[in-house]
């Protein structure tokens, strides 16, 4: 009976120890802000990435048949944002902070002409 108490008083204090742990992490997440922007898609890749206006989108978020889409094509795209320190070029030691836009959603706009009557 003793062994069987203190098995369950070892799983009780094991589980609140892990529920402590998973709830403070949680809390430690960084709220990333909601950010929109709309302008033309550049295809040219720096620091890995592509640009729509000041922001960078990385290669890794864009999918191939995605970057056929939107090459040379006015889009809106939304997402979070997230600044990035990165190393100026021709430098190496001072940074830039770049802005990003982690898990992208794109839309392409096609401008509306009115048709000839």
Do not use: W
Not at 44 to 59: E, K, Q
């Amino acid at each position: 009976m003793k062994k069987l108490f203190s098995k369950n008083l070892i799983f009780i204090v094991l589980f609140i120890f892990i529920k402590i742990n998973c709830s403070a992490q949680v809390h430690e997440i960084e709220q990333l802000p909601d950010v929109n922007t709309i302008g033309m898609f550049d295809t040219t890749l720096v620091y890995d990435a592509y640009r729509v206006n000041d922001y960078y989108i990385s290669a890794f978020d864009v999918k191939p048949e995605q970057l056929i889409e939107m090459t040379g094509m006015k889009v809106s795209v939304a997402g979070k944002l997230k600044l990035k320190k990165v190393l100026k070029a021709n430098s190496t030691s001072e940074y830039e902070e770049i802005k990003t836009i982690k898990g992208p959603f794109f839309i392409i706009i096609k401008d509306m002409k009115p048709e000839d009557e």
